[in-house]
Nanobody, 124 residues
């Protein structure tokens, strides 16, 4: 099992920045790819960013490319999502995910492990 705990969400004005963190524990000694998803009220859960087990490969939703950056520090078992130039449409619950394979996926079904989420609210 892999346990995930997100932090760093909050309220920010449009154009501002936030950094989300996700601390992983449990069976993290093997290769673990990780991702960030978000879900706004009334909308489906969507991938935001994903990163391979060593961080050599990343992927982003078109809506966040150039604004968000995913990274990881395996020594700390932590993955980050740096969000800049935030827009009101980025408002959502953000979820950290993990799967015990090297390469990341982009679908919710690709990830068996999920954090409880952290809320990001961007005011206009």
């Amino acid at each position: 099992q892999v346990q995930l705990v997100e932090s760093g969400g909050g309220l920010v004005q449009a154009g501002g920045s936030l950094r989300l963190s996700c601390a992983a524990s449990g069976r993290t000694s093997s290769s673990v790819a990780m991702g960030w998803f978000r879900q706004a009220p009334g909308k489906e859960r969507e991938v935001v960013a994903a990163i391979s087990w060593r961080g050599g490969s990343t992927d982003y939703a078109d809506s966040v490319k150039g604004r968000f950056t995913v990274s990881r520090d395996n020594a700390k078992n932590t993955v980050y999502l740096q969000m800049s130039s935030l827009k009101p449409e980025d408002t959502a619950g953000y979820y950290c995910t993990a799967r015990r394979v090297r390469l990341m996926g982009v679908r919710p079904i690709d990830y068996p492990y999920w954090g409880q989420g952290t809320q990001v609210t961007v005011s206009s």
